[in-house]
C-alpha cells in the first residue's frame, strides 16, 4: 500500500519511532512525480510518497484529502497479459500499457472499478 | 487492509469478476456495526466491510469520503504490550484496551499518529 504524505522524512521517522521500522530504500520516481520510501513488514511493503511535482495526482490528492492511504499495489506475474484480462472483463484502465515504476513494471486500474480503490499492478523487475 | 463499501455483496461480486477471487468468510460484527467479507491474497488479507449500523465510524466515512481504503491492520504477537508501547511512544489510541473484533483480540490508533491513515492492529485468536 502507498500512503500520500506532505514530508516523506517525517513520515519515515513515525514509522521508526513507533515501530522501529526503517524503509529498506528511498528513491524518486519523476515518472509519477514522487520521492518514495518502501519499509518492509513481513511480506507487505508500505510505501510513502511525497509530491515532487506540484501539478501531479498525489499533490492533488494531499490537497483534497489529506494525507492517508493513497493507493494499493498488487504484484502480477505478467503484466500484459492481466491488463489484457482485466479490460476484457470491463476494468477502467488508467494505463492501457505497463511503464517502468519502483516496483518494476506497472499500470494503474481507476478507482471506479474497485470500490473507490486505486489499484497498482506491478510485476518486478 | 480494509475497504468501506455501500453494498458488500457487489463488492464481493466485482473481486471475484476481475480476480477470480472468493471470500474465504463472510460475518457480521455487531461490535464495529459492519458486515465484513475476508478475502485472502498470498499473506495479505483484503476485507470489504459495509456499514449495517447508520449512525457507526464507517457509515460516516462513506457518507464524507465515498467507498475506499478504510483502515489497514496489522498484525501482532501480543497486542496488550504493544498497546502500552505505542502508548508511550506517543501514540494516539482510540482503545486503549484491546476488545473482540474479526481478526482476533484488536485496537485502532488514531490517524493522527500515522499520517492520515487508520490503524488497527490485531492479535489472531
Known amino acids: 500500500m502507498a500512503i500520500a504524505v506532505k514530508n516523506l522524512d517525517k513520515a519515515v521517522s513515525t514509522v521508526e ?6 524503509p529498506s530504500r528511498i528513491e524518486e520516481i519523476p515518472d509519477q512525480g514522487v520521492r518514495a520510501a518502501v519499509i518492509h513488514i513481513g511480506d507487505t511493503e508500505m510505501e510513502f510518497i511525497e509530491p515532487v511535482n506540484p ?8 490537497e483534497t484529502r489529506g494525507e492517508g492511504i493513497h ?3 498488487l504484484e502480477v506475474d505478467d503484466i500484459d497479459e492481466e491488463l ?3 479490460d476484457t472483463k470491463g476494468a477502467k484502465l488508467i494505463d492501457r500499457q505497463a511503464r517502468k515504476g519502483l516496483a518494476g513494471k506497472i499500470a494503474f486500474i481507476h478507482p471506479k472499478s ?8 506491478a510485476q518486478k523487475a
Chains 1, 2 share one sequence.
Open 84 to 86: 489484457k484480462r482485466l
Open 17 to 22: 519511532n513507533l515501530f522501529g521500522l526503517m
Open 55 to 62: 501539478d501531479g495526482g498525489v499533490a492533488r490528492f494531499l
Open 71 to 73: 493507493h494499493i499495489c
Open 114 to 121: 474497485l470500490h473507490g480503490v486505486l489499484l497498482e499492478l
